[in-house]
Each structure stands twice: as structure tokens, then as C-alpha cells.
């Protein structure tokens, strides 16, 4: 058994390495207790190299990430599930809990998260999940897999390519997605992408802008005939920018995340139910109005 | 002399309260609190940034306490946590005598008192794994001090460390 001075020392040592990837020494304490908790111990040194020297992400070290009550499997390849995604899922659920059955499109699936999230905490619902990357698919169906007990609704995961058309003559209730929406000139600043994102996570989940939100209308939204849309944005212009594309049937807001950063458009068509409208305009901070 | 040396190297023996005769862990109305979900420092958020902490901090309404949990990496647990911990903050304060929290920490001292006795006798025979986990926590307490420059640690509270440690 080690003795308390020497296992004091290890420690500190790997906090060192750790540190250059954390904020605060808090932080790099956190994140130590997770890796030690998570890992086995032959494998404490390499992650914090890992993640301090070669600022890896501590979710492809760890495999995974919790959102909501489900575990996402992670790896290198897919974009890693956000806090802010998590939070305006949280709030979605509570806008369709307890009503009619319904579908939903989760367009941009990535690791599955957003569709896991509603298929878990909603038994009244069935989701689709689309991505045009194969390491997605795949990963989202083990993830399903994963979480196969604790899913109360219907889930599957799909290939899709945002910028064609929807095949057939499919009908969704809802589209909800995280899209890429970073422009391709704010990706490469470090003062606007964090380093790591930059190294690690897939360009393909990352770079995109208005043409996204114009596929993301005229390919699913309209055509899918839904009723209700959710969509992550990186900027008001990308919200302001899809509102224009919409014609006056529908209502298009704008949601602010925990931290006051425009976050989501949210549009939905006025002959829906009155109370799935009262609960969505609780989370809307301000109307988008169409620009002539 | 002889007598009195004896005695006193062999502390008296004391009764601890079984675990489970605790008093009931108390829950808190979701009417009487505010949630903030805390995001340290500036940047852009959303696909930018990838944090690997969820700051949940709770508010009581009526007293003005705040708590805040980010123990562990899942916003859930964390949630979880910050109102168990609120919940017992409330209840010492208001009936300190049938405080689930003093209790459970007087009772947490007898433990330790005991076993501490134990350890020097046998030393040994503890389980080698366990003991092990728990003087790499003890690392982790130690730690606290060596950069005198940083913000204060914030320990999660003594329940939500005890809750760790056996997780781990
Ligand atoms: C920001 S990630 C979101 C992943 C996941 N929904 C989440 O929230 O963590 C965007 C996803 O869009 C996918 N993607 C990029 N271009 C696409 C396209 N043309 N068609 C479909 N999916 C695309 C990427 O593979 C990536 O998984």
C-alpha cells in the first residue's frame, strides 16, 4: 500500500499535467476525479497527458458524456454533446409531456443525443434521427443500444443529407436539429472556437451558416408539414435569417440560453394546440418579424 | 498505575446508530427554490466550446440560501445533489435538534473514531483496495493548498464527498 505522503505526490504530479487544459485548479481537480473514478488506474497518466499536454477532449478519453438521464458513447469523429443542447432539450420535453403521440425529425443527429433525449423521457413520441456521416449512424444506433432500457418511445436513426431533399413524401410533427453553424471564418480564430473543439471534434459537424437554415426550410421543414420547429444557432442573424424564409403562417421567436447568448429559433404554426403554444412562448424571448 | 494505563489505552466502547436509523432524508418543493444553470467565464458557447462541467446552482426563495452542486459531469446528478444539499442546510436550520445533517455527521465521526482505533490494531487486514481509493481522495484534500494563489475549493459539502466515495 502506498504510503498517504507518496499517493499525495501522484496526485499532484497528475494534476500538473492536467492543469494546461483547465481554467482553474478546481477544475483540473474535477476533472482528475472523474478520470480517476472512470478509469482504471494504469490508464490515470496517459489521459492526463492526454488532455493536458494534447488538450483532447475529455469525453473521447472518458468514451462518454451524461445528457439528461442518458449516457452518450463518445469518439473521435462525432461532435460531443453540449450543455446548451442539453438545457433546451430539458425544456422541449416539458413542452410535449403529456400530449398526443407524435414525430419528430432530429435532422444533424451526431451521437443520437437530442433524439435519445426526447425518446427517453417521452413515451408519446417517435423520433427519427438523420446524419449523412457514417461513424453518426453508427455510433447513435450503439447508443441506442446503450440506452436500449430506459427509452419509452419510438427511435431510429437514419443516412440524410441536409441538402437534399427529403426522399418520399415523409410527414414529421416536429424537426428539431442542431445544425453545424459556425461560419467557416470564425472556425479557424482561436478568440471564437476553443482550441480543442478546433484539434479534435469534425469540421463537418462544426462549419455552416445561412445555406444551412435555407436547407433546413425548404427541404424539411416546409416539406415535412410540420407544425413546430426547434433549431440550435450560433448567431441572431442565423434566427432572424431563417424567419425570413418562412411565410406568415408561422410564428418564429428567438431563445436565449442560461448565459443570455441567442441560442435557438423556435417557430410554430398558429392553428396548434393552445397549450403546446403557451408553454412554447414561455421560452421565446422576442419575435423574429419578417422583413419586407 | 498499572491499572489506570490499562484503562485508558482501551477506549471505551460506544454505541453507534446503524445507518439505516437516520433520520429521513428531507426533499425540498420545486415552488420554493430558483435553478441556475452557471456558465464560468466569456465565449460564445454552443458547438465553440466544450465543457466538461455543469454548474447548477439553487436559490431559496425564502431564506436566500444558494447552493451550488457540479460534483459530478452530468447536469442530472448535479441537480440531484444541490437540492439534497439544500434540503438538509434547510432542515438543520430549522430543527437542529432532528437534523438528518448533524446527525449523520456525528455518527460519521463515531465511525471514523472506531475505526481509527481498528486501523491501529489491524492494520493490515483492511481491505487494500478501499483503503487505497480513499487516501487518493485524501490526495485530492491535500491538494487544496499548494497554489496559494488560486480561489478557494469549494468542497461539495461532506455528503455529496461521502456519496463520491462510495461511487468509487
Ligand atoms: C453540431 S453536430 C450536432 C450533433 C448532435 N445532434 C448534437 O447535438 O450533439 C452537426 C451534425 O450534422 C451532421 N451533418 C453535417 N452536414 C450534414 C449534411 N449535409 N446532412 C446531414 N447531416 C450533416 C454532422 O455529421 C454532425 O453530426
Request: proline share 5%; net charge positive.
Amino acid at each position: 500500500m502506498p504510503r498517504p505522503g507518496a499517493v499525495a505526490k501522484y496526485q499532484r504530479f497528475l494534476l500538473k499535467k492536467l492543469l494546461p487544459a483547465c481554467n482553474t485548479l478546481q477544475q483540473a481537480r474535477r476533472e482528475l476525479f472523474w478520470i480517476q473514478k472512470e478509469l482504471p488506474s494504469e490508464q490515470w497518466k496517459q489521459a492526463c497527458i492526454q488532455r493536458g499536454r494534447h488538450l483532447m477532449p475529455l469525453q473521447y478519453i472518458l468514451g462518454n458524456q451524461p445528457f439528461g438521464s442518458v449516457n452518450i458513447k463518445c469518439r473521435p469523429g462525432v461532435l460531443i454533446p453540449r450543455n446548451d443542447t442539453e438545457e433546451w432539450c430539458s425544456e422541449l420535453v416539458d413542452v410535449f409531456r403529456g400530449s398526443d403521440t407524435f414525430s419528430v425529425l432530429d435532422m444533424c443527429t451526431g451521437s443520437g443525443c437530442i433524439a435519445l433525449y426526447l425518446a427517453t423521457e417521452l413515451s408519446n413520441v417517435t423520433v427519427l434521427g438523420g446524419d449523412i456521416s457514417q461513424d453518426c449512424i453508427s455510433l447513435a444506433n450503439e447508443n441506442i443500444d446503450v440506452n436500449k432500457d430506459i427509452i419509452k418511445g419510438k427511435i431510429k436513426v437514419d443516412s440524410m443529407d441536409l441538402f437534399q431533399p427529403l426522399a418520399g413524401d415523409k410527414k414529421f410533427d416536429v424537426v428539431v436539429s442542431n445544425p453545424p453553424y459556425i461560419p467557416t471564418h470564425e472556425l479557424e480564430k482561436q478568440e471564437e472556437v476553443e482550441k480543442s473543439v478546433r484539434l479534435y471534434e469534425p469540421r463537418l459537424a462544426l462549419e455552416g451558416d445561412l445555406p444551412v437554415f435555407k436547407a433546413m426550410v425548404t427541404y424539411y421543414i416546409i416539406p415535412s408539414q410540420c407544425k413546430v420547429f426547434i433549431l440550435e444557432i450560433g448567431s441572431r442573424e442565423q434566427g432572424q435569417y431563417t424567419r425570413s424564409l418562412l411565410d406568415e403562417s408561422w410564428v418564429v421567436g428567438l431563445r436565449l440560453d442560461s448565459a443570455f447568448r441567442p441560442r435557438n429559433v423556435i417557430g410554430f404554426r398558429t392553428d396548434i394546440e393552445s397549450s403546446i403554444k403557451r408553454k412554447l412562448m414561455t421560452t421565446i424571448i422576442e419575435l423574429f418579424k419578417k422583413q419586407r | 498505575m498499572l491499572r489506570l494505563i490499562r484503562l485508558s489505552s482501551s477506549l471505551p466502547k460506544v454505541n453507534i446508530p446503524k445507518a439505516n436509523k437516520m433520520p429521513a432524508r428531507p426533499t425540498i418543493a420545486e415552488g420554493d427554490i430558483k435553478e441556475k444553470f452557471i456558465k464560468g467565464g466569456s465565449g460564445k458557447g454552443g458547438q465553440k466550446i466544450n465543457k466538461t462541467n455543469s454548474k447548477v446552482q439553487l436559490t431559496h426563495i425564502a431564506t436566500g440560501i444558494v447552493v451550488t452542486s457540479q460534483a459530478t459531469r452530468s447536469r442530472e446528478q448535479n441537480r440531484k445533489i444541490a437540492r439534497e444539499i439544500l434540503a438538509l442546510k434547510l432542515q438543520d436550520l430549522e430543527d437542529p435538534a432532528n437534523s438528518r445533517q448533524r446527525i449523520v455527521i456525528e455518527r460519521q465521526k463515531m465511525v471514523k473514531a472506531r475505526k481509527n482505533k481498528r486501523t491501529k490494531a489491524k492494520y493490515e487486514t483492511l481491505e487494500k483496495n478501499k483503503q487505497e481509493k480513499e487516501d487518493l481522495l485524501e490526495g485530492i484534500d491535500e491538494i487544496v493548498f499548494i497554489d496559494e494563489n488560486s480561489e478557494p475549493i469549494q468542497i461539495d459539502t461532506k455528503q455529496s464527498k461521502q456519496k463520491l466515495l462510495k461511487q468509487l
